[in-house]
């Protein structure tokens, strides 16, 4: 579709600004829809039109397999690190209250933003992942 | 009667594509169907709850000073969750059906049933000398 | 900060967190995985026993995540029968796990054994949230866990049969959990509480309306299909026949039972006993599927010529002796319930485990090849006939416990029927293994040339030509497995107090008491 020159020229135009949609949704969760998963989806989508547009061999030059391997895994940790952190602290497990960020009002808010970062790590790497492993097949 | 008809109107809705997906899981034979019927199945459920977190005369739930009333923020959380695990379960589904593409051939049920019936029948023939149970 | 209180929450995020570290690990180098599955599945067996030890003394143990109270929070609460669930839920793993190195070399490609260590810890974390948590949403979501990482460990191998196996469960699974799901939304738009100790308060006012009745029905034949019951265990053969040994074995062992435990719960402590007895009579219902499942699952067995199929079908009827417990509502039958979760636990892995080695020594999957073994792997022969002679309820074995138990509740209850229903499906058992024991001890080699197509090639170098007659057990690292589960069903077989007096108070706070 690299031929296409009105659908390269968009897709080069927007991008970057899905991108940073996402990043938005992700930090307006808690006044507006949104949060980790869907900011996750969105920027797994802006790399998805890449690959449509360019190609897989491409794409994955933007996306490397080692670095999604990882970021599967590391969102996950930042979620679970951070309830364990809470431990350290004194708290319960995820008792965001306790961590020396501020008073009780700003460390929560500041903790249910580390544990939203870390779904959205994790969701945009698995939405990349799973993309490249389906539409990488050849037909036998 | 008019009144459950239209009044309940969001239980007839789920309902319907409740029961419409649950006809595609079971009657359909492509396997790809299935996995479409079971998501229709899934968003059913998930019409469901949130019709039910609606208040009348209620706002959406973020703190706001001229609002008195607000919607149930519960049931949207909870379907979070519930659309996350229907994405994990199409994912695992359409990976699971790719192997079988490869392996088989094919895509439908009754088309696989019968690769795997001959398989067993010529599993079974060439072993007849040995059963002695 | 006291450790020791916050077990509850790090029996969950310990298992889940490792799990990817598997997969990191596995990147760097394979052999890793193995080693982090088999300490972190030891490290919560031994979080598990002290959970245990704590209730024990003190009584019910609730642990607020996050530090909201319930029911605004989520709460894990485990009482006895959690308890109880957690220890053998964690040592079978821990028991599995060790067993598994070789096992999983043989029936999965290399390339996917930290794919296959993540998933099981990942299964792990979901069979122990099921049992610790006290929300029914949790629930749900550690059902889901459970299931997916089900679906992904039965299609791993490399038979091709496991894909449309996986692939029915998938569809039927998910099915009963979005049944599941419904019955949380109905009871959560009635009485907007999610905490199962909350609804228990809120519910009774409610017990006629058809809100809850509706939602009863979905939870029950949610719960059926994910425990196998009978109408329900469609899925339950070709599941555990074509998965690879291991996954049979730790599914087998542990996901219905934990099952098995969700239906309690929801049963007896979201509603009360009365809704089951008077308002519903679901357990008379249970009762006739009970008995029906037992001696179905008998009868089918007989027929059967693969060791992992015959060993399914078992696993149906042996599920129906747990609910039949259930539903007679005095304390002698549902202790015989709860400890019937632990014996056929050890049964079965047992079973599964001794069918593995002999699918890693000979590759054969079939009741005739298991002749003459009786000379080439004694011991793991040796485990076989204890797992079957407990299977069948000989005294001094495990069976033998759980049987008596549920004949005396019965007795007490009334329902002198049960008794010959429960000795003609221990008659049945005895015929089909009888069967392959005779063939064991009794019958001439047959060499593995002339027999059953191998379904995997043998992985055993040392001994190519398998016809000899010499002693040729399976390796260690999977018989010392087998023989401890085998040990545990003659130990708890005699020393039955142990287990018996932790479900028997597991029993009398399930009916009602303190």
Known sequence: MKDDIIIRVISNLLIPF???YALYVLAHGDLGPGGGFQGGVIFASSIILYVLVYGIDEGRKRAHQKITDVLNSVGVMIYGGIGVVCLFFGGYYLQYGKLPLGDLKHASHLGIYGIEIGVEVTVAAVMITIFFEMAGRKSD | ??????????????????????????????????????????TAVILFYISTGKVWGGTAPILWDKAVIYDNPIPHVLMLTAIVVSVGTTAVAIAIVIRIYKEYGTMEEDAILEIERKQAEELRKGNTGQREI | MNIAEHFPALVIVIPLLFALITWLAGLINRAFCWVIALTITFLCFLMSFSILNTVMHTGRISYHMGAWEPPWGIEYAIDYLNGFVLVVVSFIAFIVTLYSRKSVGLEIDEEKSPAFYSLYMLLFTGLMGMTITGDIFNLYVFIEITSLSGYALIAIGRRRNSLMASFNYLILGTIAATFILIGIGYLYMVTGSLNMADLREKLPPLYHSRVVLTAFGFFTVGLSLKLALFPLHIWLPNAYTYAPSVVSAIMAATSTKVGAYAMLRILFTVFKVEFDLNVVPVTKILLVLSCIAIIAGSILAISQTNIKRMLAYSSVGQI??????????????????????????????TLFLVAGCVVYKTGIEDISGLKGMGQKMPFSMAAFTVGALSMVGVPLTVGFISKWYLATGALKAGMWFILPIILISSLLSAIYFWRIIEGIYFAPAVSSQHSEVSTYRSLDHHNPHPVSRSRDDAPPGMLIPTLILAGLCIFFGIAAYIPVSVAEKAANMLLGGT
């Open chain 3, 320 to 349: 129906g002796y747990i609910v039949l417990g259930t539903t007679m509502a005095n304390q002698t039958a549902m202790t015989g319930s709860i400890i019937h979760i632990l014996n056929h636990a050890l049964m079965k892995g």
């Open chain 1, 18 to 20: 899905i991108q940073l």
């Open chain 2, 1 to 42: 009667m008019i009144e459950i008809i239209i009044g309940k109107y969001n239980y007839w809705i789920y309902i319907t594509l409740m029961m419409i997906g649950f006809y595609a899981m079971i009657a359909k034979g492509n396997l790809i169907k299935k996995i479409i019927g079971m998501n229709i199945f899934q």
